[in-house]
């Protein structure tokens, strides 16, 4: 058996079952392999999975950009990837446990009724000599762009601050934002003040507030790179 085709087979089983990782050890010492090339063949094809794991981590990191509904085209997001997409909120970490995050996903003629809802507010909160057609009318015409809008929900448990319960539900949407990523959908938070009075519309209850609107839809802009400055300038270390 050539050399790398051997170097794939353990590290095919080099992190699972150690009835996997035995037999590809027996399959080692039938092909004339000691064991301790195998081990060291064990090690490498382990140091290759992570490598990978770390590039294609990084990748996902890096390209996520925050991509708004004018960019998104007429395409249904099937519920399988809106399920992947969830189920990945759900393993953010939490302190105490407490999973504060919540959703609501909102579909079809629910987000008719979510951009409705939103102008309405927007109409009923804003000072009558700040009100802007424009923005009014930017409220249907974003949803209606949108496939999907997931709102962002944060359950207040009492057991620790809110500021930990909002740091938790934001670590659950930045998995949500990576999947979307992953998955070739668009994304991104919005966060206009007028959320604060969607508690009617999304049926909360009295310890949970909305804190955002996740608008989703596929779309065909290409990785480009984000506006940042550099890491260095907000790190400092200590080190004695
Ligand atoms: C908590 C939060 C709230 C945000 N709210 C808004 C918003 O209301 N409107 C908006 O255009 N973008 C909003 N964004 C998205 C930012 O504009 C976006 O992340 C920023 O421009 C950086 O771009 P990037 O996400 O592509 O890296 C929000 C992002 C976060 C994390």
Redesign the pocket.
């Known amino acids: 058996m050539p050399f790398l085709q051997k170097l794939n087979r353990l590290g095919n089983s080099s992190n699972l079952s150690s009835k996997k990782n035995s037999r590809a050890e027996s399959e080692c010492q039938n092909t004339s392999l000691i064991l301790p090339q195998a081990t060291i063949l064990n090690q490498l094809a382990y140091i290759y999975q992570m490598t990978t794991a770390y590039e294609n981590l990084i990748k996902v990191i890096k390209e996520r ?2 991509i708004f509904p004018a960019s998104y085209i007429k395409k249904e997001i099937p519920l399988e990837v809106i399920n992947q997409i969830l189920e990945s909120a759900n393993y953010a970490p939490t302190h105490k446990l407490t999973q504060p995050w919540r959703f609501t996903v909102i579909r079809k003629t629910g987000l008719e009724r979510l951009g409705a809802e939103l102008g309405n507010l927007y109409k009923a909160l804003v000072a009558p000599q700040q009100f802007l057609q424009k923005k009014y009318d930017s409220f249907a015409e974003k949803t209606s762009q949108a496939d999907c809008v997931i709102a962002i929900n944060m359950q207040l448990s009492g057991k620790i601050p809110e500021w930990e319960e909002l740091a938790a539900v934001s670590c659950a949407v930045q998995n949500m934002a990576l999947t979307a990523e992953s998955l070739k959908v668009g994304a ?5 003040p007028i959320i604060d009075d969607l508690g009617n519309f999304l049926k909360l209850n009295q310890n949970e507030k909305c804190i ?1 609107l996740f608008y989703m839809g596929y779309h065909n802009e290409k990785p480009w790179t ?1 506006n940042r400055t550099p890491i260095e300038e907000k790190v400092k270390w200590i080190e004695e």
């Open positions: 950009r925050s991104y938070w919005s966060s206009p955002g984000p």
